[in-house]
C-alpha cells in the first residue's frame, strides 16, 4: 500500500516531536507533574540525555518505561529537575538586596520570605547569611520549595561539596559579606556542613510552581533563574501565582535573564533595580 504523501516525508525530528509531546502528556496523565509547558528545546535535550541513561533508542520506548516503572519516571522528574545553582550566585544581587529591599523589610516585625525553585539549596542558605547579619534571621520565616523531593533532601541537610567552597568565599565577599565565610561551616577534606543556626527557620517543603497553587503570603519572593525553563503562557500563569503570594509592597526577585516585560503582570509591579531584576508589588 503506498503511504499518503504527508507520511512519506514526514522526517524524523517531526516523529520525534510528537514521541515528545505524547511522553509529556502520558507524564502528565499517570503522575500528575506538568511538563507540558516548558521550554521545548530544555525538554528535549534533558529527555535525550535519559534516552541514554536508561539505553533506549527512542522516546516512545521511553514512554513505556516511564509508564510502567516508577523509578523510571523519577528518574526523568530529577533530569527534568533544574539545579545549576551556587552560594551567593550573581553577588551584585544581594548586594542590591541589602541596599534597596532589606532596610524596607527591617520595618516590619516579622517577615515571610519565599525561595520558589531553591534546587539544592546553595541560594537559601546564602540568603540565610546574608539576613543574620543584617539582624533580620531571627524574625524570618523562609520557605524553601522545589518539585523535585530529592533536592528538597538534600537541601535540608546542608551539606556541599568542598570542591565549590573557594568560589563561593569569593562571591560572598563580593556580595558584601561582613564576617569571615568559614565562620557559617565546618569543613572535612570532602564536604562542607552549614551552621545548624542557620536552619532553625528555614522550612524546606516540596512544591510545584505548575500544578499547585499559592505558597503562602509574604514579604519577598526569590524566584531566579526558574522562568527561563517555561513557555510564555506558563511564565505567565506562574507570575499571576506569585504576585498573589506576595502582600502588597513585598518584593520580587527574578533572574538576571528573566523579565516582567510583556508579562500581564508587569504593570502590578515597580522597579526597584532594573538590573538584578527585583520588583515591588503596588497597591491594587
Not at 541537610?157 to 565577599?173: A, C, D, L, P, W
Amino acid at each position: 500500500m503506498k503511504l499518503p504523501v504527508a507520511m512519506e516525508h514526514r522526517d524524523f525530528s517531526t516523529i520525534e516531536n510528537i514521541e515528545l509531546e505524547l511522553l509529556l502528556q502520558a507524564v502528565f496523565l499517570q503522575y500528575g507533574y506538568d511538563f507540558r509547558n516548558y521550554s521545548r528545546a530544555h525538554v528535549k535535550r534533558r529527555v535525550k540525555h535519559q534516552m541514554v541513561q536508561e539505553g533506549v533508542k527512542s522516546i516512545s520506548e521511553l514512554q513505556d518505561k516511564i509508564l510502567h516503572d516508577r523509578n523510571n519516571f523519577e528518574r526523568l522528574v530529577r533530569t527534568l529537575s533544574i539545579n545549576v545553582t551556587e552560594m551567593f550566585r550573581n553577588p551584585e544581587f544581594y548586594r542590591s538586596v541589602r541596599e534597596n529591599v532589606l532596610p524596607i523589610l527591617k520595618t516590619y516585625p516579622y517577615l515571610k520570605i519565599w525561595h520558589a525553585g531553591c534546587a539544592s539549596g546553595e541560594e537559601v542558605y546564602s540568603f540565610a547569611i546574608m539576613l543574620k547579619e543584617e539582624g533580620l534571621l531571627e524574625r524570618t520565616q523562609i520557605y524553601a520549595t522545589d518539585f523535585n523531593p530529592d533536592v528538597i533532601q538534600q537541601a535540608g541537610k546542608g551539606i556541599f561539596s568542598i570542591r565549590n567552597i573557594k568560589e563561593y568565599t569569593t562571591n560572598y565577599q563580593k556580595a558584601g559579606g561582613k564576617e569571615s565565610f568559614s565562620d557559617y561551616y565546618h569543613a572535612n577534606d570532602e564536604l562542607v556542613i552549614f551552621d545548624k543556626n542557620l536552619k532553625k527557620n528555614i522550612v524546606f517543603a516540596e512544591h510545584n510552581l505548575v500544578t499547585d497553587g499559592v505558597f503562602a503570603e509574604v514579604n519577598m519572593i526569590v524566584c531566579r533563574n526558574v522562568l527561563i525553563y517555561f513557555n510564555r503562557n506558563l511564565q505567565n500563569e506562574v507570575l499571576k501565582l506569585l504576585h498573589k503570594s506576595l502582600i502588597t509592597g513585598g518584593f520580587l526577585a527574578l533572574g538576571t535573564k528573566e523579565s516582567l516585560m510583556f508579562s500581564d503582570e508587569e504593570k502590578k509591579y515597580k522597579t526597584v533595580d532594573a538590573k538584578q531584576k527585583i520588583f515591588k508589588k503596588k497597591h491594587d
